[in-house]
């Protein structure tokens, strides 16, 4: 926005404009304002002046007299009740006429002049100057989108932002599924030849100040394409039924500039869920926009070139008609920096500012783990200002260690970053998890695990893969999956003699796991095949009922406990037999925050080192 000035200036010019309008109006339909000095004299004077024949001409109007002597000079005075006075005017010679008539124009003329005239011109001038604002802003480059002008609003700007994959650091796998779609941007014809379709939308998700935006206009640098960015907040701030008109008017300009991006950010703004009219009718305005966006998504040819990307971090919140086949039916997530996607992004952001040659950027990313890639924007900018405040000329290693704990301090209430204690119990937690999954055979093997926070709430978290999906689950594998949910729990306590909270959300899993293997899969000897629980509500998550006596219930429960219990120490059993790898890969993951399924079972394969790691 480098043009803040112009429309300023141009305000000016149109306050001028229309006072010298306003002036000239006055001079013309109330010409008498502006002539000459009116005396006012008493009713006496203008009686004796009228006696001694020294008027010449009269007026009068329902609340005063205006006259004029023999030499020109103008006098008003007040308006009496006197029958005589036409009389002694005629009398005197004088020249008179009253009110009605004192406006020799026609009354039609006189309302349009006085009245109409101003408006219509005032209009016209505002018009004027706000088709030539549009213009200078439209054509202005850099400037990303804004809402000016006509009702159906000319908003988006092709902008010529120079941003490349290389300025987003880490998120390889978002770029990856990103390339594709730069890919078709730059051959069409290749993909149209084969007759594939490409996904006409793409939604980035993931946590603030990760770089979803920033993904999106690398896209657009990378593609080398008009790129059309729009918030969607901006839909909604709008008059009523300007929304679904803006969202129609994009996809007009989008479609006559094919190939080109189109980027909406912050979906979430108008892709909420629509709920059945709760307190009469909800937002129709923004269902109404949404409605639009739907509409426009599939009334378009996606072979012509059109992209649509989105980004959001609230996915769970959008309307699952937006996430429909044909619509954003690609996700890419994209997540917190791990220990080199930070180091990579504290880099990047580094080229900007001037540095010490000394500085150790993986202790400064080790520091700040948890931490997304705004803030590491912001560490980097918060050590060239402590460099400036400290006077010196580059940015030290001390400077980054303090912005570190200056971001990360007010940054901590919101999210969680974990102490190095923490970070020590979560691998162990979750090493614990994916290594008695590895040791029964018949478990899947881990995908990747990561100690990173989520915003989900969750310390670390163990993605497995099923080898292969099935729907029927043996007795054997239903156990080792419970022993794999009680193996985060048993490796706590194997290393360090001591439980902690991190374990909820397994013992809730496995509890529900070794309650259904009772109650409803007929898996335990006492009961046998006798269905306690019936689900309800299939569709919508599914309730458990139990259709048993309250003793049935109590023995229910022991049963249960003692399934999990079994299934506790097996995983014990088998992770105290591998102690020397829970070690290892555990130290693995602390260092690098995350490790893929290859890694971990690279170093579950290899040879034993012979000493004995310590914890
Ligand atoms: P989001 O849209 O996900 O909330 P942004 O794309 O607006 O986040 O990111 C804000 C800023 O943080 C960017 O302008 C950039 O300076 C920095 N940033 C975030 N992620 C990265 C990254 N992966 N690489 C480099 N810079 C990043
Ligand atoms: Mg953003
Ligand atoms: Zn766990």
């Known amino acids: 926005m480098d043009e803040p000035k112009k429309p300023r200036k141009s305000y000016i010019s149109f306050w001028l404009i229309a006072l010298a309008v306003f002036i000239l109006l006055q001079m013309f339909v109330f010409p008498r304002i502006f002539s000459q000095q009116v005396t006012q004299v008493s009713y006496d004077t203008f009686i004796s002046m009228t006696e001694q024949r020294q008027i010449d001409q009269v007026e009068i109007e329902s609340d005063q007299i205006t006259f004029t002597d023999t030499d020109g000079n103008l006098y008003c005075t007040g308006v009496l009740d006197d029958p005589t006075l036409i009389e002694r005017l005629y009398n005197a010679g004088a020249e008179f006429q009253s009110e009605i008539e004192s406006d020799s124009t026609n009354p039609l003329l006189y309302i349009l002049i006085s009245y109409v005239l101003p408006i219509v011109l005032m209009v016209l001038i505002f018009r004027f100057f706000s088709k030539k604002m549009a213009e200078r802003m439209g054509s202005g480059s850099g400037s990303m989108a804004f809402g000016m002008g006509k009702s159906n609003a000319k908003v988006y700007v092709k902008s010529t932002v120079g941003i490349r994959f290389d300025d987003v650091a880490g998120e390889e796998e978002a770029k990856e599924l990103l390339t594709e ?5 730059h051959k069409p014809e290749r993909y149209k030849e084969i007759g594939a379709s490409v996904p006409k939308g793409a939604l980035l998700v993931g946590p603030p100040g990760t770089g979803k935006t920033l993904l999106a206009k690398a896209v657009a640098g990378e593609a080398n394409v008009p790129f059309f960015s729009i918030s969607g907040s901006e839909f909604v701030e709008m008059f009523v039924g300007m929304g679904a008109a803006k969202m129609r008017d994009l996809f007009k300009q989008a479609n006559e500039k094919a190939p080109c991006i189109v980027f909406i950010d912050e979906i979430d703004t108008i892709g909420k869920k629509r709920d059945a009219g709760q307190f009469g009718g909800g937002n129709d305005e923004r269902e109404q926009t949404l409605n639009q966006l739907l509409t426009e998504m599939d009334g378009f040819d996606g072979s012509k070139g059109v992209v649509i990307l989105a980004a959001t971090n609230r996915p769970e919140s959008l309307d699952p008609a937006l996430l429909r086949p044909g619509r954003f039916d690609r996700r890419i997530p994209v997540d917190l920096p791990d220990l080199q996607g930070r180091i990579d992004i504290l880099k990047v952001h580094a080229k900007k500012i001037k540095l010490a040659g000394n500085v150790d950027f993986a202790a400064v990313a080790r520091t700040a783990s948890g931490a997304s890639g705004a803030d590491l924007a912001n560490i980097i900018n918060e050590a060239a200002l402590r460099a400036v405040r400290m006077g010196r000329s580059t940015a030290t290693q001390e400077d980054l260690m303090e912005s570190v704990e200056t971001v990360i301090a007010g940054y901590q209430k919101k999210n969680r970053v974990l102490s190095n204690k923490e970070k020590l119990t ?93 109650g409803r899969f007929g898996m335990s000897e006492e009961f046998g095949m006798v269905a306690m629980e019936s689900m309800q509500n299939q569709y919508l998550g599914g309730d458990a009922n139990l259709t048993c006596s309250m003793e049935t219930q109590t023995k229910i429960d022991k049963k249960v406990a003692e399934i999990i219990h079994t299934q506790y120490n097996r995983a014990m059993a088998l992770l105290k037999t591998h102690t020397a790898k829970l070690h290892e890969i555990a130290k693995y993951l602390y260092e690098n925050e995350t490790i893929t399924g290859e890694e971990f079972m690279q170093i579950l394969n290899r040879p034993q080192i012979a000493q004995q790691p310590t914890a």
């Open 426 to 518: 979560v691998s162990y937690h979750e090493v614990g998890h994916a290594l008695v999954a590895a040791l029964q055979s018949q478990s899947a093997p881990v995908q990747k695990i990561t100690i990173i926070p989520r915003t989900s709430g969750a310390l670390g978290y163990t993605m497995q893969v099923e080898e292969d999906e099935h729907f029927l689950l043996t007795k054997t594998e239903l156990e080792n999956k419970i022993a794999t949910l009680t193996g985060g729990r048993a490796a706590e306590e194997l290393i360090f003699h001591e439980i902690t909270t991190g374990a909820s959300n397994d013992i809730e899993q496995a509890t529900k796991l070794a309650r259904s293997m009772v």
């Open 181 to 185: 779609i730069v890919d078709y941007l």
